[in-house]
Each structure stands twice: as C-alpha cells, then as structure tokens.
C-alpha cells in the first residue's frame, strides 16, 4: 500500500470549510484513497473514498488531483463535532493487502468557536 | 442495530495475568481485524481474519493469539498480561472487498 503524508494538525473555525490535505505520490493505478476520522474515545469512522474523480456524500467531500499524487478532503461547513483525527489511507480493493487497513498518525483537525 | 461490539469497555490486569476481549458484529462482514491504540499513536493491527476460519497476522502480533470463533465472533487473547500491552483495543469488521470498515467503541486496558 502506498505511503501518505499529512500534517499533524490543522485548525478550522466553525462555519467555515475545513480543507484536509494528503500527499500519496507513490499511489498506484489500482491503489484507492479512503479518508476516516476518529473522534476523542471513539473508534474510527469511515467518511469517505475515492480512485479518480471527485466524490460528495453527506459528510464531506474528496478533491484527487489529475495525477491522483495527492487529495484534499472538504468539510464543507464544519461544527465543533467535527473536531477529531481525520486519516488519510491508501490502499487496494482487492487482492494483495485487501484485508488490512493501515492507519497513520492522521491529521487532528480542531474546529474553534 | 448494534454494528460492533466490544466487551469489555475497561479493563484492569496485573502483570501476567491472562484474558479475552470479545468481538461480535451483526453485519454478516466477512473479515474481522483487532487494533490496538497507543496514547498519540496511530491504530497498529494486531491480527486479522480474511474470513471464517483463516487468521492472519498483523504489524505487532506478539503476545497475542486470536480466534475466529464464527463468523460473528473474533477474540483477542493475552496469555500472560505485560505493562506494553497497556492500550486501548479496538476491533472492526467489514465486507469481503468492501472498502468501509466498521469499529466498535474500544476496550481500554490497563496492566500494572
């Protein structure tokens, strides 16, 4: 599964759209990029996945740029709820490492008042 | 509509001692996985299980042993408790390439 970089920690103010960036330069054609958060105490939660082209759903939004090296995650108006570790994971659908979700260290999202 | 469920949420061992964490999902999800999570850490996997019958392991598999008991169930062992397994665990299933993956609420684990 291809490596991902993202920063440590990002703040938001609320109302406003949190923009998540993640570097995955070594993604292959196959590769997928899924995007989880884990709020304080919780177990992870899936948000949102995307191969190629941009993808919505009622949680956020995916940005893959053309050469698909990197992507931005968009929350489109973000509350204090929304205040967690957002994890940027790379991996295949099938086949190879299909069973295995790899986890960073993510990027700490704080949304302020 | 449970999902994942973790039991039990806290825990509190001494040093070699031994338990179970149970694991059950609702959601007829082939695979199964046990993480663990280190304060300021990323999740690490423990172990996973592909499917009924098969487990497998994961980045830091010592000092564990698993079993997939059915296809609901998949138990995290510690034969003999040591203060580096002081975490929190976590546990999750999901579809045979099904890109989702479902985590219970975690078992905090104390070993002193």
């Known amino acids: 599964d291809a490596k991902t970089t993202q920063p440590t920690s990002m703040d938001c103010a609320e109302g406003r759209a949190a923009n998540l960036p993640c570097n995955h330069s070594t993604i292959s054609g196959n590769e997928y990029v899924y995007w989880y958060r884990q709020i304080h105490s919780q177990g992870p939660q899936y948000i949102i996945h995307?191969?190629?082209n941009n993808e919505t759903n009622e949680m956020a939004s995916l940005i893959i740029t053309e050469d698909r090296k990197s992507s931005t995650l968009i929350l489109p108006h973000a509350t204090l709820r929304d205040t967690a570790v957002y994890y940027c994971?790379?991996?295949?659908?099938?086949?190879?490492?299909?069973?295995?979700?790899?986890f960073g260290k993510g990027t700490l999202l704080t949304v302020n008042p | 509509n449970a999902g994942v469920t973790q039991t039990p949420k806290f825990q509190v061992l001494k040093t070699g001692q031994s338990m179970t964490l149970q694991c059950a999902q609702d959601m007829n999800h082939n695979s199964m996985y046990w993480y663990r999570q280190d304060p300021g850490m990323g999740l690490r996997l423990i172990y996973y299980?592909?499917?009924?019958?098969?487990?497998d392991k994961g980045e830091v598999p010592n000092g564990y042993n698993v079993s997939r008991l059915n296809k609901r169930e998949f138990s995290l062992r510690l034969e003999s408790a040591a203060p580096s397994q002081t975490s929190v665990y976590f546990c999750a299933s999901s579809g045979g390439t099904v890109i989702e993956a479902f985590f219970g609420q975690g078992t905090r684990l104390t070993v002193v």
């Open positions: 995307g191969l190629k």
């Open positions: 299980s592909a499917s009924e019958g098969t487990t």
């Open positions: 994971i790379v991996r295949v659908v099938s086949g190879g490492s299909n069973y295995k979700l790899t």
